[in-house]
């Protein structure tokens, strides 16, 4: 995964991080997920929660009074942004829309005060932990694996990916234009800027709703940010020949010299600043836009959550270990978006989820990391009910879809609250991966909106009630617990 030299900074940042710990008992906290599964969210309503005094019966040193107060506090790392809690807190609350994805690293600082459940602990025990939220894109988690791989297995991979039935018309374009390129040809600048656009273009396209594939390395190319334009994100996979090696200056080597660019100037900073320093970690994926998306986005999924987590450096480190090199010794994988099904369904969603991460979280297991699965909301936007139609009571979730959403012939303006029937998920995770594909294939009958943040009402004084959720403080249990004991 990483050089000596790499692992040797590795060293030195965590043993001043586990340094500066004996004195200021600290846990890294790793939020990271694919687009769109929440992740903003997942920590504003976390921070709000514990701030507020919110109601995490699950959470037990919440539920047993041991939490004295929870506090924002300065940031340890100055040279990464801050997460603006405030301003999505505002966004959720007065506004009622989602935040913004995450573009870009930030983190936050959460300082709790509590009481130890034991009296020896009460003795010894500062009673403090600062909680540092680590929040990062999940296209750049996608990346990892690129660190073990040469531009021979990257392209070979990318292009066979390529040839997948639902990826056929995107990436057309693309496949033309590797069609009229020569690898031993001299390397041109305009042709090379050319095939790296219409790359990203694909890789955008395969990311959309109607599609929902999720294995869409590399991650920078769908988030360039302030590298848009340079050479380390201006290559595309080719079709290399096992072995080849290709003159100086032809495009087949520019494009391998780029590819090996993009992983030291991009892919190994971030593993070593920042991902290799995670104590925990909470992967957050949206399982129901892939199941909207049919059977190959499913099985997309499958590939790209079993990539990702064989990239964690997961185990449970030595007293000296520890001080030495981190592990992240709790993984937690959650399916988000519980609130868009009934409850009656949620057990059907986590079932899924561990259905397609199973390889992975048993390699994680073996190594001493442990490991749970969840469907939950981190903040519920919908509430549960039910109807009559002929005679029959079905069980519908109702909220406020947004603007634009649709069901059938019917669209949803944004303001009027109204009551869905969701469906059913099948009880047999594997049904979703051996649904037939191409025209004509089943699909569950299921049907998934996206909806609005909930009204919140607000007490006598005035104050906003916490933000309601489904199984946050379960997660913060799994996630905080044990540390907070």
């Known amino acids: 995964m990483s050089s000596f030299a790499d692992e040797a900074r590795i060293v030195l940042d965590n043993l001043a991080d586990r340094s500066a710990g004996l004195f200021h008992p600290t846990l890294r906290l790793g939020v990271a997920g694919l687009s769109r599964a929440g992740k903003t969210v997942f920590i504003t309503s976390l921070v709000h929660n514990l701030v507020h005094g919110g109601r995490l019966p699950l959470f037990q040193a919440r539920a047993g009074g041991r939490i004295s107060r929870a506090y924002l506090e300065e940031q340890p790392d100055d040279a990464v942004p801050r997460f603006q809690y405030e301003e999505h807190l505002r966004a959720i609350l007065e506004d009622r829309l989602w935040p913004q994805s995450t573009r870009a690293i930030s983190e936050l600082r959460l300082t709790i005060e509590y009481e130890s459940a034991s009296g020896w602990s009460r003795f010894f025990s500062a009673g403090k932990l600062s909680l540092d939220i680590v929040d990062y894109p999940g296209e750049w988690l996608l990346d990892l694996p690129l660190i073990d791989k040469s531009f021979e297995q990257f392209s070979s991979e990318s292009l066979e990916r390529a040839k ?3 990826r056929a018309e995107m990436v057309r374009p693309f496949l033309q234009l590797v069609e009229s390129i020569d690898l031993n040809a001299a390397a041109d600048e305009p042709t090379s800027v050319r095939l790296a656009a219409s790359f990203a273009d694909y890789l955008r396209a395969c990311r959309a709703d109607r599609t929902a594939l999720s294995t869409l390395p590399p991650g920078r190319f769908l988030m360039p940010g302030d590298l848009e334009g340079s050479p380390a994100l201006t290559f595309a996979p080719l079709p290399v020949e096992p072995g080849a090696v290709y003159e100086k200056g032809s495009f087949g080597a520019l494009h391998a010299r780029r590819y090996e660019a993009y992983k030291s100037v991009v892919v190994k900073p971030f593993f070593r600043e920042h991902f290799a320093r995670l104590d925990r970690q909470i992967l957050l994926i949206d399982a129901l836009q892939a199941i909207n998306a049919g059977p190959e986005a499913v099985r997309d999924l499958e590939i790209a959550l079993s990539d990702i987590l064989s990239c964690f450096r997961p185990g449970r480190a030595s007293w000296l270990g520890s001080f030495l090199t981190r592990r992240i010794d709790r993984i937690l994988v959650a399916a988000t978006k519980a609130d868009h099904l009934h409850r009656g369904d949620h057990q059907k969603l986590e079932n899924i989820v561990r259905r397609l991460v199973q390889d992975a979280v048993a390699r994680a297991d073996f190594s001493g ?31 406020t879809p ?9 669209r949803f303006d944004g303001e009027t609250e109204t009551a869905v029937f969701p469906g059913d998920l099948p009880s047999d995770p594997g049904r979703l991966l051996r649904e037939p594909q191409g025209q004509g294939a089943r699909r569950p009958p299921v049907t998934f909106v996206r909806f609005r943040p909930p009204r919140l009402e607000r007490t006598d004084d005035g104050l906003t009630l916490s933000l ?4 946050l403080d379960r997660a913060m249990q799994f996630l905080l617990g044990d540390r907070l004991a």
């Open 468 to 471: 309601p959720h489904i199984r």
């Open 164 to 166: 997948l039935p639902s």
């Open 369 to 399: 990391a442990e490991t749970d699965v969840i469907a939950m909301a981190a903040i519920r936007a919908t509430r549960e009910a039910s109807v009559t139609d002929r005679g029959d009571t079905l069980p519908v979730i109702v909220g």
């Open 402 to 410: 947004l603007a634009g959403e649709r069901i059938g012939d019917e």
